[in-house]
């Protein structure tokens, strides 16, 4: 799934350019950031505002739903 979805989340950084910052963390190699966030599941797409998580999302989902999760947050 985190393969799958790995284009998708490349498309959204492009076009969320300069709104808001989107990265990829593999936690196998980061897994001190999946336990400090209580990741147990992949992928796991946190979004944050102000340096704070205010949603989650586990599990591949479309292009529009990251879009619209990403657009009312901003």
């Given at each position: ?38 990741i ?29 999760k ?5």
């Open positions: 799934p985190c393969r799958m979805i790995a284009p998708v989340i490349e498309e959204l950084a492009a076009e969320f350019e300069g709104k808001a910052n989107i990265c990829k963390v593999n936690t196998d190699e980061e897994q001190d950031i999946a336990v400090k966030y209580g147990r599941s992949i992928p796991t797409i946190l979004f944050f505002k102000n340096g704070e998580v205010v949603e989650q999302m586990v599990g591949a989902a479309s292009k529009q739903a990251f879009a619209d990403l657009n009312a947050l901003l």
